[in-house]
């Protein structure tokens, strides 16, 4: 199995350029989540869904939008580029169940955005 | 609001020489407090879910473990690739977010 899978792993934009993350997960799982990880912060949740045509802001949504029409697909896209932008993004996944405990993440590789 | 913090920042080991990394957490309700490794370039990997204090999980070198307020991260004679960053997150029982520290970078040198 692949897992969670994200492309492109590096890209540079200029400001005010758009562009979409990809993500993909080939595990059935429900839930999906888009993080950013900036140096010597923790990862902050960007967007996340609960399955297909659902979706739900996290902490620091500004600036970018999702959506969930498959149950295997997660795009992030990000609107008018902003330095404040650059990071890196993590996708993860997770199955969540009635009676699940807490959940376990499954991250992809990261994707590595610069915005000058 | 839910908060979790790491330390230290980073730690430098000899190969052989065991040390501890602390997460403190403050959450309203706890549903699991997650540990994950994270190598560079990488995303983070699942290491153990604690859900209760007193409770202590173990894998190879690594032994965690949980109280009301912390979790340690025990390694015991690490090895060079035990080297990586290790992250802390919690995940309360109400919402869907998890809260991640900002992680320890451990190097252990050979």
Request: aromatic share 12%; proline share 5%.
């Amino acid at each position: 199995n692949a897992g969670v899978t994200q492309t492109p792993k590096f890209r540079i934009l200029k400001i005010g350029q758009s562009m979409t993350l990809q993500c993909t997960q080939d595990m059935n799982h429900n839930y999906m989540y888009w993080y950013r990880q900036d140096p010597g912060m923790g990862l902050k949740l960007i967007y996340y869904s609960v399955g297909a045509g659902i979706t739900d802001k996290g902490e620091v949504p500004n600036g970018y939008n999702v959506s969930r029409s498959t149950t295997e697909d997660f795009p992030l896209r990000l609107e008018l580029a902003a330095p404040s932008q650059t990071s890196v993004y993590f996708c993860a996944s997770s199955y969540t169940g009635q009676y699940s405990g807490a959940n376990v993440l499954t991250f992809g590789a990261g994707s590595r955005l610069t915005v000058l | 609001e839910d908060q979790v913090t790491q330390s230290p920042e980073a730690l430098r080991l000899q190969e052989g020489e065991s040390s501890s990394l602390n997460c403190s957490y403050t959450v309203s309700g706890l549903r699991g407090l997650f540990w994950y490794r994270q190598d560079p370039g990488k995303g983070p990997e699942f290491l153990f879910t604690l859900y209760s204090a007193g409770e202590e999980k173990e894998k190879e070198r690594l032994k965690a473990t949980l109280t009301k307020k912390e979790s340690f991260l025990h390694i015991t004679a690490p090895k060079p690739e035990d080297s990586a960053t290790y992250l802390c997150a919690v995940q309360a029982t109400y919402g869907q977010n998890f809260v991640f520290g900002p992680g320890t970078r451990l190097s252990v040198l050979p």
